[in-house]
């Protein structure tokens, strides 16, 4: 299920890049979206990145927004520098374990370690078990660092793939405090494609940063709600540490091949300073009607 690949045995154009160890949850999601291509693990979201950019991976699979912890920090950050273009996009079901090694107990265990979104995920069960939490760059990894740490009070919070790959006990399955706990990831690659290619219904999305005049924010959305163009998120965020310019990203239903949509992306560019289009792509689920 892996179809880990090395730089010298595998075909790039067959290759998506991910974030973290092997069986992270971005690993799960490559496998469900592409189960005919090989993996790169990769040690950050920029090294993920890189491997597109320099031709290693042909695809990235990039996790954008939680639905019990919110958004992935720094990728609204990192993706409008990238240069490449979003492509695809899946949902991933997230189903949380309680790992330990296989000589561990829930007596034992003391400490657990996870990437921080996980963490926030499962944090009532954490409390509820008294349990310390201890951040780790990502799931797989810590599954693994706590494979080869046989400490039987340190825990780890991760994917059953994680368990079977790192050979760890499972002392709870469904561990995440919501039942319906899912992660959008975003596909990336150089080559954009053309919305006039897709039959299906699409997503379009985009940064901008607005001017600095009183209700600029008003002004630079009236399009969308006055041509009819469902916006299906917008978040804020700070590029920089000056808090003096605020960007925001956003999703919206359709392609500026549209005729509506290219007239609220019209009044969106007169109202601000830049926008950034970082792709149209397939809706894997449906938002709404076009």
Do not use: W
């Amino acid at each position: 299920m892996t179809r880990q690949s090395s730089a010298a045995q595998a075909n790039p154009a067959n290759r998506i890049s991910f974030q973290g160890e092997l069986g992270a949850y971005s690993h799960m999601a490559c496998v469900a979206k592409f189960p005919d291509m090989d993996v790169l693990p990769c040690p950050s979201f920029e090294d993920a990145l890189a491997a597109v950019q320099n031709g290693a991976a042909r695809l990235a699979m990039i996790p954008i927004e939680n639905s019990t912890a919110g958004r992935v920090a720094d990728i609204h950050i990192l993706l409008p520098d990238s240069g490449l273009h979003i492509v695809g996009e899946h949902f991933e079901a997230i189903r949380h374990c309680l790992l330990c090694s296989p000589n561990a107990t829930e007596e034992t265990l003391k400490r657990v370690t996870s990437h921080v979104q996980a963490i926030g995920q499962c944090r009532k069960n954490l409390r509820a078990m008294g349990l310390e939490r201890v951040p780790f760059a990502d799931t797989a990894g810590s599954a693994k660092y706590v494979s080869e740490a046989a400490d039987p009070s340190l825990g780890a919070i991760a994917s059953e793939l994680a368990a079977e790959v790192y050979g760890l006990k499972i002392l709870r399955r469904d561990y995440q405090d919501e039942g319906n706990n899912t992660t959008r990831f975003v596909v990336l690659s150089q080559t954009p494609v053309e919305a006039e290619d897709y039959n299906e219904p699409v997503m379009t999305s985009f940064t901008f940063e607005v001017r600095n005049i009183p209700a600029a924010l008003y002004k630079a959305l009236g399009g969308f709600a006055t041509n009819g163009v469902n916006m299906t998120k917008l978040e804020s965020y700070y590029e920089s540490d000056s808090f003096t310019a605020t960007e925001f990203y956003a999703d919206i239903e359709g392609h500026e091949g549209m005729d509506n949509v290219a007239r609220a992306m019209d009044e969106l560019r007169y109202h601000t300073k830049r926008v950034r289009v970082l792709g149209t792509y397939p809706q894997e689920r449906k938002r709404g009607v076009n």
